[in-house]
């Protein structure tokens, strides 16, 4: 999925200490006790990450990033602001059926309220709704290299069998990351929580923005801290060697957030494990089934007792399969089961839904425009 990947990544050394055009660096969990920090209080955060409106999410998405939006948005500093963006004119790269797409919009809204975000507290928006994104990314596209956008890895690894005349080669997948550049530069956003795999387009951001204020002068756009997570890595059921993606043919591969009691239980069941029958392991490389059900495991345990998953295992060592199974379909289904039920209540009132989105999309209209100004005056197109 080409999307935004976040991790919250640790802020608490990161942005006491961050520095404006320092490289991107790796950090742990933040502490409640930063996020809250009034030490913090003269130099108020900007936070942004986004997401591509695929419709409903599955486990990985929740693990991996959402869960972690919402803990950020609940523990963060009142000055901190935080910009949620369903970005739906990056999921356009690929062609979609428009119907459909307008209802994933919908669906992933819904959803991203289901998981806990706060529209009072948090700006959440679809992308498109905010003209300022791609009037920003024209500016930038006029200061892009080529040479460099052709370097991406994504880029490479999406199209390195195409033909010239394939469908995959477009405008819009070369030149998405400047798109989101733009996204991050437009709300001068100060830290952009994102994962390894999406580390080298925030550094494409980042030099836009250094290249920028070079030509046209120092603070017209904030340059932003990449900070780079240790992932929460959920695998496919099926096939665990490879990440859980709604791409995979073979709906038993995955959780879904709307999954059932039973569907959760019955997919679990069936996970791929080993012919190994004398112990539970953690060891990722050579047993990837059950070292992904004790990820799961241990990634739905809220406060673990354990330290992590090594010690886990240890404590399940002598455990059958079909009991690891079964503990793990449990905590699961527990943690699913409240998504579930609000995202059911939420997606029936559609009007609710397109009130949220109207009043994110003038809160985000509002914020990109201080940038937006900025950067067409120094430009000289006003």
């Known amino acids: 999925m080409l999307s935004w990947k976040i991790g919250c990544g640790s802020f608490i050394n990161a942005l006491r200490t961050s520095k404006r055009g320092a490289s991107h660096q790796s950090w742990a969990l933040p502490s409640k006790r930063w996020l809250t920090d009034s030490a913090n209080a003269s130099h108020p955060k900007t936070i942004f990450s986004g997401i591509q409106p695929t419709g409903v999410p599955h486990l990985g998405n929740y693990l991996g990033a959402l869960q972690r939006w919402v803990q950020l948005q609940n523990e963060a500093a009142q000055d901190t602001t935080l910009i949620y963006s369903l970005v739906d004119l990056h999921a356009i790269t690929i062609r979609q059926d428009p119907k459909q797409l307008r209802h994933w919009k919908s669906d992933s809204l819904a959803m991203l309220l289901a998981v806990g975000l706060d529209p009072n507290r ?140 039973d569907e959760i239980f019955k997919k679990i069941k069936a996970a791929v494990t080993d012919s190994e029958t004398s112990s539970i392991t953690y060891e990722p490389e050579s047993r990837p089934g059950v070292s992904n059900l004790l990820d799961i495991l241990y990634h739905c345990t809220t406060a673990s007792s354990y330290q992590d998953q090594n010690e886990l295992a240890r404590d399940m060592e002598s455990m059958s399969f079909k009991a690891l199974k079964g503990r793990v379909a449990e905590k699961v289904d527990e943690t699913v089961h409240p998504i579930r039920e609000r995202y059911s209540q939420i997606r029936s009132d559609e009007k609710m839904l397109d009130d949220v989105a109207a009043r994110g999309a003038q809160r985000a209209t509002e914020s990109a425009a201080v940038t937006l100004k900025a950067v067409k005056q120094v430009v000289g197109l006003s």
Not at 159 to 165: F, G, I, L, P, V
């Open 122 to 261: 948090s700006i959440i928006f679809h992308q498109s709704d905010v003209p300022a994104h791609s009037e920003l990314m024209w500016i930038l596209s006029c200061q892009a290299s080529t040479g460099y956008l052709g370097r991406m890895t994504q880029w490479k690894d999406k199209t390195s069998n195409e033909k010239e005349n394939s469908e995959r080669l477009k405008l819009g997948l070369f030149s998405y990351p400047v798109l989101q550049a733009a996204d991050v530069l437009v709300h001068r956003a100060t830290h952009v929580p994102v994962g390894h795999d999406q580390a080298q387009h925030l550094e494409f951001a980042r030099d836009l923005a250094v290249g920028f204020n070079h030509t046209y002068g120092a603070g017209t756009l904030v340059v932003p801290e990449t900070l780079i997570s240790p992932a929460k890595r959920v695998m496919s059921l099926t096939r665990p060697a490879t990440k859980m993606s709604k791409s995979d043919s073979n709906d038993k591969s995955r959780i879904m957030l709307t999954d059932t009691r």
